[in-house]
Nanobody, 123 residues
């Protein structure tokens, strides 16, 4: 069992930056891949970024590539999402997820989820 808790969301102007954190409890966090998803009002939850548990390889959605950076610290049981050059269309609730059982960009394959943190980008 892994419990995830996100923090770091808030209101930022377009072009600004935010750093989201995901704190995990549970002894096997280092064995799991981690991902960030987001969900805007009235839209489906969508993949943002993921980082592997073993080689720390990363993948990003095209919409955030070059602007967002995912990282993890297994010693501290944390993951992060550094977001730069934010745009109004990045406004969403951001969720941390862990333990994928399939294709990384599918919502349905992630077993553990945090409660989400709101990110609002004003124009």
């Amino acid at each position: 069992q892994v419990l995830l808790s996100e923090s770091g969301g808030g209101l930022v102007q377009s072009g600004g930056s935010l750093r989201l954190s995901c704190a995990a409890s549970g002894r096997r966090f280092s064995d799991y891949s981690v991902a960030w998803f987001r969900q805007a009002p009235g839209k489906a939850r969508e993949f943002v970024a993921t980082i592997n548990w073993n080689d720390f390889g990363t993948k990003y959605a095209e919409s955030v590539k070059g602007r967002f950076t995912i990282a993890r610290n297994n010693a501290e049981n944390t993951a992060s999402l550094q977001m730069s050059s934010l745009k109004p269309e990045d406004t969403a609730v951001y969720y941390c997820a862990a333990y994928s059982t399939g294709r990384y960009d599918s919502v349905n394959v992630w077993r553990y989820w945090g409660q989400g943190t709101q990110v609002t980008v004003s124009s």
